[in-house]
């Protein structure tokens, strides 16, 4: 297959985009993949939503690995910036082909960056029979308070940046549209004021937006809408929880691992009656020194209690009293050519 031409219109995918859609990809042979709609652009920016490519290149790596073998946990590695108006380019390489289990290699690379700009290794496995089933409990109105009496749709949309500096700057420029899911974060305030960093939480509610094939037939991609919302926060909690939401020079993921505890139709986003089912992102932090941070997650099925994933986020911190975020200067974490840029130094 000849490879795509780029669509001029490319700056970024902040729209309302249907999840199959903004996770398209040309096949150009059995083990490159591109992708063939652009990613979500945080602060209206062409700076690339990490977990698109980290979603996608599971997305890309299921599609050489023999029917039936279902995504169960991946490890990504951040190396450089990526861009929303240039596609990614997914390439497979096969680790093992077992059994039970296979493994593939997913290095993606850009054509606007030298070498590797993520790296992955995804494990897929068949379905088989639990045995000696034990979980945590799920029921997150039982822990948290503030859920009782309110359905996630209540909850305001996630915001692009999750820094105070966005939240002001979105109440004038009101917030990006998010492609693919239906994202609500709770507000914690009340349940975070007493409560030191590490014990602090954030809580956020996902759904997928269009249509999905049946779990059945297109299980990987039910999985990888699990990975794609976990990154939805970034490692901006890790500002917040301290208190020091504006106040770094630099932020951003190293490594970042998912293990996703349900089977094929546990995965799936969509119920019995064809409407689209919540989940829920439990954030923490579990460490914080040595210039990084360690953000852990539990995402949940709302109406059954039951785990779907666990995740581990290892990401680099840098605070410096003085510096603060915003939407000019030199600490701006946009790109160049934000179209936000001329209209905020008017203010």
């Given at each position: 297959m000849t490879?795509?031409?780029?669509?001029?219109?490319?700056?970024?995918?902040?729209?309302?985009?249907?999840?199959?859609?903004?996770?398209?990809?040309?096949?150009?042979?059995?083990?490159?993949?591109?992708?063939?709609?652009?990613?979500?652009?945080?602060?209206?920016?062409?700076?690339?939503?990490?977990?698109?490519?980290?979603?996608?290149?599971?997305?890309?790596?299921?599609?050489?690995?023999?029917?039936?073998?279902?995504?169960?946990?991946?490890?990504?590695?951040?190396?450089?910036?990526?861009?929303?108006?240039?596609?990614?380019?997914?390439?497979?390489?096969?680790?093992?082909?077992?059994?039970?289990?296979?493994?593939?290699?997913?290095?993606?690379?850009?054509?606007?960056?030298?070498?590797?700009?993520?790296?992955?290794?995804?494990?897929?496995?068949?379905?088989?029979?639990?045995?000696?089933?034990?979980?945590?409990?799920?029921?997150?109105?039982?822990?948290?308070?503030?859920?009782?009496?309110?359905?996630?749709?209540?909850?305001?949309?996630?915001?692009?940046?999750?820094?105070?500096?966005?939240?002001?700057?979105?109440?004038?420029?009101?917030?990006?549209?998010?492609?693919?899911l239906d994202m609500r974060k709770v507000d914690m305030d009340a349940y975070n004021k007493d409560r030191m960093t590490l014990e602090r939480r954030q809580l956020m509610f996902y759904r997928v937006l269009g249509d999905m094939p049946d779990a059945k037939e297109g299980p990987n991609l039910h999985a990888i809408a699990h990975l794609y919302a976990s990154d939805r926060n970034g490692l901006f909690p890790i500002a917040n929880f301290l208190g020091k939401g504006d106040e770094y020079s630099a932020i951003a993921s190293l490594s970042f691992t998912v293990v996703l505890h349900a089977e094929a139709e546990e995965l799936g986003l969509i119920d019995a009656d064809g409407k689209a089912k919540w989940f829920c992102v439990e954030l923490a932090i579990d460490h914080i020194g040595h210039g990084r941070g360690l953000m852990v997650e539990r995402l949940w099925d709302v109406q059954s209690g039951k785990p779907v994933a666990s995740t581990m986020q290892d990401g680099l911190l840098r605070l410096k009293p003085g510096i603060k975020q915003g939407l000019v200067g030199e600490n701006t974490i946009f790109a160049d050519n934000d179209k936000r840029l001329a209209k905020s130094e008017k203010l």
């Open positions: 490879r795509p031409k780029l669509k001029a219109q490319w700056f970024n995918g902040n729209d309302y985009t249907p999840f199959t859609t903004l996770f398209s990809l040309h096949k150009i042979d059995d083990s490159t993949y591109e992708s063939a709609h652009p990613a979500f652009g945080p602060g209206n920016s062409t700076r690339a939503f990490g977990g698109h490519v980290y979603a996608q290149s599971a997305l890309a790596a299921s599609k050489s690995v023999p029917e039936g073998f279902v995504l169960h946990s991946i490890t990504g590695h951040f190396l450089q910036l990526g861009f929303t108006n240039v596609p990614f380019t997914y390439t497979i390489s096969p680790i093992r082909d077992g059994a039970g289990y296979v493994q593939r290699r997913v290095d993606v690379s850009q054509k606007r960056t030298k070498g590797l700009m993520f790296t992955a290794v995804c494990s897929f496995k068949r379905p088989e029979k639990s045995q000696a089933t034990r979980t945590l409990d799920g029921r997150l109105e039982e822990r948290y308070a503030l859920l009782k009496g309110r359905g996630p749709e209540s909850w305001a949309e996630a915001p692009s940046i999750d820094s105070p500096f966005w939240w002001e700057a979105a109440k004038e420029f009101g917030e990006d549209k998010f492609p693919g």
